[in-house]
């Protein structure tokens, strides 16, 4: 209230929302003043007032100055006017009453019909009228530009490059704006429509767009279905991937996407996509990440949609790599899901989104159209699926795992129209080499054996984002076990049963182990007294095996377990597989081994390219679940491979191709694991036993390989006997990782054998880390070094775990 009883809302409110007003208002207040004449709030000696200031901000704050100084009613007049204009000014509406029951008084004629489209409407429209704008503002295309600027419509890397955009030349400079303003979504689209209707000189092109609509039916009633189709579609995605459903669900058991999505670490490819997916072979190996290493090119989800190079038209390409089960498919349910929230970036980037799943896609066989396979899959569509497939501009089109797809890609008859009939490879490739939907994002997904496909398309680096998904760094695993467990306290119990046990810990970079270990640890801990936590698994065979079990008991195993000739040739597939290298294998393969009923709870299909056809291969769903079957098929009856292979390879230094499946033999030979399996399969024998200790006995743990086995052996006895003559001295010199250090600090331990000298070499990226995992070792020295590096910081760690109990320690360098 005012001094004199007068209610002051309507000015305070104007001055509480200054800085907005100044803000809508900036790339043309000329209306607002005209109505505030029209009205009589403003005086023509105050108007002259308000435009002789010298910026358009201080025309509005003089203005506004002059509102406030007048008082309550004049205000609120004002604010009236405001809410009137709130069409031309799509900024006011952030606070502004959206109040459709206040009559419209405002007079301006084209502005009326204008408010009376909505946003995305504007946008369509803006679409469909994209080549005559182009036509008709070529000319105020400088004066445009810095109107777009000022009202914040450009993207920001073109405030630098301002300078060179307005001094475009081409034929197509209007069209490259008005893209640049359709990225920003039906808001900036909104805008801009008032700008030049706003502006004298292009007042007439909305006009005329108005006149036009008003006379052609035809155009009115396309706009009505785009924005109709946009939410059918959006609704129908989002159906579809807002629910997953694990490998191990019940019937009707299912989790919320946003429930479960944890960020996975991406990285840009440096090396281009020829390079990595050469890689391939190489997969063969390489576990450990250092998630440190990534830091520099981690990148994210917004970024891997925007232009690259801000002077080309559109992004052409995404391209999402990476291992198995590291996540490809639920990112691209994230996409989707980003995108079915209106005001998301993208859902302002993309009118449309369309994911075609390769599994999907292989059903097909007989000649088709993408018209075709796009209504199969979106009936809801059919209203604008000829406009929409006319060029695909603003469409984002995603074939996920491009790996799996059985279908030869001819590159050399490629599909040329969405209404060509043509062989499905014919059509993804005219997809993935831009003869179809040129102006479309195609955002393909596959594992690094896709990307032989791509090699076909000589993809404009321009034009493309490669991206690799590596997996979850701790954070993110810290941040899995959260979600998954939806119990903070059982996450931290499984969290810190893991930090503690590097060996369990490394595998979670891999979100599909992630999963795997959640599953399988989680009724370790939901007993409060925490009596069930030490029997929780504590090696990699543990665990395998409680996971085998688990999928046995569920997710179409049961062909495994019934059939003893099945389990008994995918083994012997998984040994001659790790044998040669290989983890690609034909259906010659499998017969050959046996192996008729391919059991899909633990092999998948992927399709690789030959010279002219696609060949169907099947994989292990994971390196490691292969090498966790070879081992167990030393341990069947029936076995008729000799064990003795597996540890004399071993002598060659540079081959690590049997290293886990030893410590799984070693792990088969433990109880726990075995009582696990032994439900489920025939008996299990100990015929390897009697290699597997004479191995390790004979190795003198010359090969770090060794303390890895010990540690899946989990056979005290046996530990301390080997453990008599180890020589220590340089050994933490091989110590690669904080695993390596895990199963050494268990021998010694358990061993508790005294050690004389010790060579410590922490490493410069984990050295915290290790020297937590070391340091219960370091009272058995009697002489300890620290090469290369000084303990520093972590001095604390060390003093405590030394003072901790009796030790040894004489000389410490
Ligand atoms: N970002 C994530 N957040 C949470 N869980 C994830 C994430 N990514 C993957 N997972 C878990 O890993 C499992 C495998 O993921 P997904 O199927 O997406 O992998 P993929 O890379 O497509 O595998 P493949 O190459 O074998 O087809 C999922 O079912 C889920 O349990």
């Keep these: 209230m005012s001094a004199d009883g007068e209610t002051i809302e309507a000015v305070k409110k104007l001055r509480q929302n200054r800085l907005n007003v100044v803000q809508a208002l900036l790339h043309n207040p000329c209306p607002v003043f005209d109505e505030a004449i029209a009205r009589n709030v403003l005086t023509c000696e105050e108007y002259d007032q308000v435009v002789s200031q010298v910026s358009k901000a201080d025309k509005i704050r003089q203005c506004l100055d002059t509102m406030e100084g007048k008082g309550e009613a004049c205000a609120e007049i004002f604010l009236a006017i405001l809410h009137d204009l709130r069409g031309t000014y799509p900024r006011l509406r952030l606070w502004i009453d959206d109040d459709e029951q206040r009559p419209d008084t405002c007079v301006r004629d084209v502005e009326t019909k204008l408010d009376r489209f909505s946003n995305e409407k504007l946008l369509f429209l803006m679409k469909m009228e994209k080549s005559s704008l182009s036509e008709e503002l070529w000319k105020e295309f400088p004066q445009l530009c810095h109107e777009a600027r000022e009202a914040g419509l450009l993207p920001q890397c073109f405030s630098e490059l301002f300078g060179k955009l307005i001094e475009m030349n081409s034929d197509n400079r209007v069209d490259f704006l008005l893209n640049l303003i359709l990225e920003g979504g039906p808001k900036n689209a909104c805008t801009f429509w008032h700008i030049l209707e706003s502006n004298g000189k292009t007042r007439v092109v909305v006009e005329k767009t108005i006149i036009k609509l008003k006379t052609n039916e035809n155009m009115m009633e396309m706009l009505r279905k785009y924005v109709a189709a946009k939410d059918d579609l959006s609704n129908e995605l989002m159906k579809r991937v807002k629910i997953i459903k694990d490998y191990n669900a019940v019937p009707g058991e299912s989790t919320n996407l946003e429930d479960r999505f944890v960020e996975p670490v991406i990285v840009k490819s440096k090396s281009g996509l020829a390079a990595s997916s050469e890689t391939y072979e190489n997969s063969f190996r390489g576990r450990d990440h250092n998630f440190k290493k990534f830091d520099e090119d981690r990148v994210t989800r917004d970024f891997m949609f925007e232009r690259q190079d801000p002077w080309v038209d559109v992004l052409s390409h995404v391209v999402v790599f990476g291992a198995p089960g590291v996540g490809k498919t639920m990112f691209s349910q994230k996409v989707i899901f980003d995108w079915t929230f209106k005001d998301g970036k993208l859902n302002k980037r993309f009118d449309f989104v369309l994911l075609l799943k390769c599994r999907n896609l292989n059903r097909i ?59 499905l490879g014919g059509i993804v490739a005219g997809l993935l080499k831009g003869t179809i939907l040129k102006c479309a994002t195609i955002m393909v997904t596959t594992k690094l054996v896709g990307l032989l496909w791509l090699n076909h398309v000589n993809l404009d680096p321009k034009t493309t984002c490669a991206v690799e998904i590596v997996g979850f760094s701790k954070e993110e695993t810290r941040g899995f076990f959260q979600k998954f467990y939806k119990n903070e306290e059982i996450a931290k119990q499984v969290f810190h049963h893991l930090s503690t046990n590097d060996v369990l810990s490394s595998l979670c970079f891999n979100p599909i182990f992630c999963w795997i270990t959640a599953t399988c640890l989680g009724n370790y801990f939901t007993h409060n007294d925490g009596k069930m936590s030490d029997l929780a698994p504590k090696t990699m065979t543990e665990l395998f095996s409680q996971y085998i079990l688990l999928h046995l008991q569920h997710h179409g195993g049961k062909n495994v377990s019934n059939s003893p000739d099945t389990l008994l040739g995918l083994c012997q597939l998984a040994f001659h597989g790790v044998k040669e290298k290989k983890i690609l ?16 709870a633990f092999l998948s299909e992927v399709h690789q390219k030959s010279e002219s056809r696609s060949i169907c291969h099947y994989e292990f769903f994971h390196l490691t679940v292969q090498e966790f079957f070879a081992a167990l098929y030393f341990f069947l009856p029936r076995c008729v491979d000799s064990v003795e292979e597996v540890f004399a390879k071993s002598t060659d230094a540079d081959d690590g191709r ?89 021998a010694l331990q358990t061993s508790n054998k005294p050690v004389n000298s010790w060579c410590v070499k922490l490493g410069s990226t984990d ?10 070792a370091f009272p058995l020295c009697e002489k300890l070094q620290f090469v290369k590096q000084p303990i520093g910081d972590d001095i604390e760690i060390f003093v405590e775990a030394v003072l901790s109990k009796p030790n040894r320690l004489k000389d410490l360098t």
């Excluded at 018209?371 to 209203?383: A, M, Q, S, T």
């Excluded at 501009?393 to 050399?412: C, G, N, Q, T, V």
């Excluded at 294998?585 to 899909?600: C, K, L, R, S, Y």
């Excluded at 050295?767 to 219960?776: D, E």
């Design 365 to 423: 066989c007989s000649l088709t159209t993408l018209r075709d396979i796009v209504l199969n899959e979106f009936p809801c569509l059919e209203e604008v699926v000829d406009d929409l497939l006319k060029n695909g501009f603003r469409l984002l089109m995603i074939l996920d795992a491009l790996d799996e797809m059985k279908h030869p890609l001819d590159f050399d008859n490629v599909c040329r129209s969405p209404w060509q009939l043509h062989d």
């Design 585 to 600: 294998f034909t259906a010659e393969d499998m017969n050959n081994h046996g192996v008729t009923n391919i059991p899909q």
């Design 658 to 746: 049997y290293q886990i499946v030893q410590r799984f033999l070693s792990g088969l030979l433990a109880e726990k694991p075995r009582s696990t399996l032994v439900s489920h399969f025939e008996s299990l024998t100990t015929k390897p036993k009697k290699t597997i200790y004479a191995w390790l006995k004979q190795q003198k743990h010359k090969d770090l390989n060794c303390f890895h086995c010990l540690y899946e052996l989990q056979d005290t006895d046996f530990t301390q006997a080997v453990m008599g003559d180890v020589e220590f001295v340089n050994l933490t010199q091989d110590m690669t990782s904080p695993v390596d250090c895990t199963a050494v600090v268990y």
């Design 767 to 776: 050295s915290t880390q290790r020297m937590k995992i070391l340091a219960p």
